[in-house]
């Protein structure tokens, strides 16, 4: 089991930042992908960044250049900072990471991003 702790949400004004991150505990020894995903009211969720256990970091096409992925192997702690924040970006936002033995997937409790003026 994994148990994921997500904080750094907020209300934020058009082009502002905030940095979101969750911290892993229980069998974190077998996780190889980390990610956040987000869910706007009325859509589906969607995968907004990973990054594995090598590095490797992938994005969604409306953030590139303006998010960053990120992880602490020491604190077991995956970040994403948020630059350049639209109302787009507006969305309940997951962590989420992937047991690589089982490929079983958890789930963080979701932290909301609100970008308006």
């Known amino acids: 089991q994994v148990q994921l702790v997500e904080s750094g949400g907020g209300l934020v004004q058009p082009g502002g930042s905030l940095r979101l991150s969750c911290t892993a505990s229980?069998?974190?020894?077998?996780?190889?992908?980390m990610g956040w995903y987000r869910q706007a009211p009325g859509k589906q969720r969607e995968l907004v960044a990973s990054?594995?256990?090598?590095?490797?970091?992938t994005y969604v096409g409306s953030v590139k250049g303006r998010f960053t992925i990120s992880k602490d192997n020491a604190k077991n702690t995956v970040y994403l900072q948020m630059n350049s924040l639209k109302p787009e970006d507006t969305a309940d936002y997951y962590c989420?990471?992937?047991?690589?033995?089982?490929?079983?997937?958890?789930w963080g409790q979701g932290t909301q991003v609100t970008v308006s003026s």
């Open positions: 990054i594995r256990d090598s590095g490797t970091t």
């Open positions: 989420n990471v992937r047991n690589r033995i089982t490929s079983t997937v958890y």
């Open positions: 229980g069998s974190i020894f077998s996780i190889d992908v």
